[in-house]
Nanobody, 125 residues
Framework: QVQLVESGGGLVQAGGSLRLSCAAS????????MGWFRQAPGKEREFVAT????????YYTNSVKGRFTISRDNAKNTVYLQMNSLKPEDTAVYYC??????????????????WGQGTQVTVSS
């Protein structure tokens, strides 16, 4: 059974930083791309960042480029999201997800088949 457990969310002032972690189990983690998504109140879930199975390739939504960094430690089965220069519009529940196909580059949300329970990030102005 695949399990993803996020941690590291919280309340932070604008301009501050947080580091989210996602611990994965139940799959050979190092074979799969991982992603971070977020959902703000009243809005649809949106893509934030993805990282390839090896960690060599990353993608970001435009609104977080230069502020957020996705990384992974395959030895620890963990993916991270370092968030700097946070803005109130970054407030959301953040979810990690794992790709459904090994060695595959995800192209849409539909490519992810398991999701964590989410961690709340609140940025005050």
């Amino acid at each position: 059974q695949v399990q993803l457990v996020e941690s590291g969310g919280g309340l932070v002032q604008a301009g501050g930083s947080l580091r989210l972690s996602c611990a994965a189990s139940g799959r050979t983690f190092s074979r799969y791309a991982m992603g971070w998504f977020r959902q703000a109140p009243g809005k649809e879930r949106e893509f934030v960042a993805t990282i390839s199975w090896s960690g060599s390739t990353t993608y970001y939504t435009n609104s977080v480029k230069g502020r957020f960094t996705i990384s992974r430690d395959n030895a620890k089965n963990t993916v991270y999201l370092q968030m700097n220069s946070l803005k109130p519009e970054d407030t959301a529940v953040y979810y990690c997800a794992v790709e459904s196909t090994p060695w595959h580059t995800p192209v849409s949300t539909a490519d992810f088949d398991y999701w964590g329970q989410g961690t709340q990030v609140t940025v005050s102005s």
